[in-house]
């Protein structure tokens, strides 16, 4: 296995993903190619479920997969079969979700600007519950919710001013935020005030969402108090209880050896845990308690296939293997520079004789998917894969350089299929007049 008992090496020497052998999947399907384990997200949605089911009892939780990191038609119908929630953040990803068949009374509408198109379309599909973010959506939403005729549940989101640690691009709970409204300033207290009053308005809970990749529980736990106490700030000044708290996602998963995810069970364990007492302690009812994880539902069922272009080797200087995708379909590395795990596919049992960067074909010096990878001494054919890549890829793919976005595929129990088909040149052009 490499990182996750889901990546094997079969008798071939090839890395093997759900029962199929990459260098096969590669044959049949071409590259660049993600592959999506299936079983594997439905065994996070599941560690999910129970958790929250065991430490929170039958109705005390839910979860609510976080779609921006991996939004396609095929992953809205596993969620709901497996019946967890969503989180949408667009009226495109609430599209997506609807001709999926998603029951959209079960989806979280998410955004720090939806326009007030936005907000009506979301109306218009009977969208569960609006995370209202700012004083204007409040108004908006409160005035469309009139003109519809309609009680809309909302959440309002907070920020509690705590940034953990991870990269600076992914936090989204500091008081210096576009995202929410500021506890430690008491706007947030003056704005659920604010939502009390409006007549279209359910205020049912509250939200918070600190970042991603969070491989500690104690900023969750510490975000849990800060949501504790302002229901308890709420209760004092307004006489009203929140019956939901919304700990957003988070939940760190491993990319590399020196990585370890964030234990769902563990996790939900400490965190349920922790909220009783502090519920006890400031002696308030404890609320329904909802997580809104993405990447740790998504990321470790997937992976990238490429195939080698060149091993350029530059004398006193390193190497550099280009592969037939880029920064286009896995923008990560540019952005983040954040870790992977890279394996010659089909030549996953030889030892490493280079290290190399290995970079994609978009016309951008930028253009890495990873440094300082140790490889065999590849040639133009081998096929590399990079594993891990099933959040946050595929969503943030874009067409620079007009290179096609990637086909996607389903693997599990040696079987697979395809779930998006590979870009074409007309899909480039659709819209050109
Ligand atoms: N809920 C809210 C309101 C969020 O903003 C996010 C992520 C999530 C849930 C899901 O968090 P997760 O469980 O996936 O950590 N593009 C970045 C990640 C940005 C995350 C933004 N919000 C990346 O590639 O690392």
Request: hydrophobic share 35%; net charge negative.
């Amino acid at each position: 296995m490499i990182l996750y008992e889901h990546f094997k090496i079969n008798s071939k020497g090839h890395l093997e993903i759900g029962g199929c052998d990459s260098v096969e999947l590669v044959e049949k399907y071409g590259t660049p190619l993600y592959v999506l384990d299936e079983n594997k997200i439905r065994e996070n949605c599941r560690a999910y479920k129970n958790a929250v089911k065991k430490y929170f009892g039958e109705n005390g939780g839910e979860i609510a997969f976080a779609s921006k990191s991996l939004s396609f038609k095929g992953i809205y119908k596993i969620i709901a079969d497996e019946n967890l929630w969503t989180d949408i953040v667009s009226p495109g990803e609430l599209q997506t979700a609807k001709e999926a068949g998603f029951p959209l009374e079960n989806a979280y509408f998410h955004g720090n600007n939806k326009t007030d198109w936005d907000i009506e379309y979301g109306l218009d599909n009977n969208i569960g519950v609006f995370v209202v973010d700012n004083m204007e959506e409040i108004d908006v939403l409160n005035q469309l919710c009139g003109k519809h005729g309609k009680i809309q549940e909302v959440l309002l989101r907070i920020s509690p001013g705590i940034e953990p640690e991870t990269h600076a691009k992914i936090t989204t709970g500091g008081v210096d935020s576009k995202f929410g409204i500021a506890v430690g300033t008491g706007q947030a207290l003056e704005a659920a005030g604010y939502i009390l009053e409006k007549k279209n308005l359910n205020l049912t809970g509250i939200h918070c969402h600190i970042g991603s990749q969070i491989f500690d529980v104690q900023p969750l736990l510490d975000t849990a108090d800060c949501m504790l106490e302002f229901a308890k700030d709420v209760k004092n000044k307004y006489n009203y209880e929140i019956d939901i708290i919304n700990l957003g996602g988070g939940f760190g998963v491993k990319y590399i050896d020196s990585q370890q995810s964030l234990n769902i069970d563990e996790g939900v364990k400490a965190i349920a845990e922790h909220i009783k007492i502090k519920c006890g302690e400031l002696d308030i009812k404890t609320p329904k308690i909802v997580f809104e994880p993405g990447r740790s539902i998504v990321a470790n069922a997937g992976a990238t296939l490429y195939t080698v272009g060149t091993n350029k080797k530059i004398t006193g200087y390193k190497n550099y293997i280009s592969v037939d995708g880029s920064m286009g379909d896995n923008p990560r590395y540019a952005l983040y520079e954040a870790p992977y795990t890279i394996v010659a596919a089909n030549k996953a049992n030889e030892k490493s004789e280079i290290t190399a960067a290995v970079v994609g074909r978009c016309c951008e010096s930028g253009d890495f998917i990873q440094e300082d990878v140790e490889l065999p001494d590849l040639k133009r054919g081998d096929i590399l894969a990079v594993l891990v890549t099933g959040a946050y890829n595929y969503s943030m793919a874009m067409n620079y350089n007009r290179l096609p976005r990637p086909a996607m595929i389903f693997v599990g129990d040696g079987g697979s299929r395809i779930a998006i088909k590979r870009e074409t040149f007309e899909d480039l052009m659709r819209n050109e007049i």
